[in-house]
């Protein structure tokens, strides 16, 4: 039976973790689990900093991601109060034209009344 620390015998069927078990000789058992706990070590401070990085590029995603949705309500609302003033606008717009139709009736019944009368006066505009 081979022993973990005692270096495996390279086969062809050697594990990615073998490769902790498989140090050069002249070191002592200690030196190559010292030199094992370096490596993790070592791994765990990069999966560290890895994970912080990723964390700050998440907290300004969320950042913009809130930013944009602010700019979003506020243009909706913008959007929903130009609607309201462009109604008010049509509205006006719509009284404005149905007061100008009344006052060009008034002017037309006037005209033609005031022409019943010329042709009535035989060209004068006193009878």
């Known amino acids: 039976m081979t ?12 594990t990615p973790y073998q490769s902790y078990q498989n140090s050069p000789p002249g070191k002592t058992y200690a ?8 490596d993790t070590v070592k791994t765990q401070y990069e999966a560290d900093s890895t994970a912080a990085n990723v964390l700050s590029q998440m907290h300004q995603q969320r950042q913009q991601l809130q930013g944009t949705r602010d700019d979003v309500m506020g243009m909706r609302t913008a959007t929903a109060q130009a609607k309201q003033e462009l109604t008010e606008i049509y509205d006006r717009n719509r009284r404005k034209k149905r007061r100008l139709y009344f006052i060009i009736a008034v002017l037309s019944i006037v005209d033609l009344a005031l022409i019943i009368r010329i042709i009535q006066c035989h060209g004068s505009f006193f009878c």
């Open 3 to 14: 022993s973990r620390a005692g270096g495996g015998g390279g086969s062809p069927t050697a």
């Open 31 to 38: 030196e190559q689990q010292t030199n094992v706990l370096q």
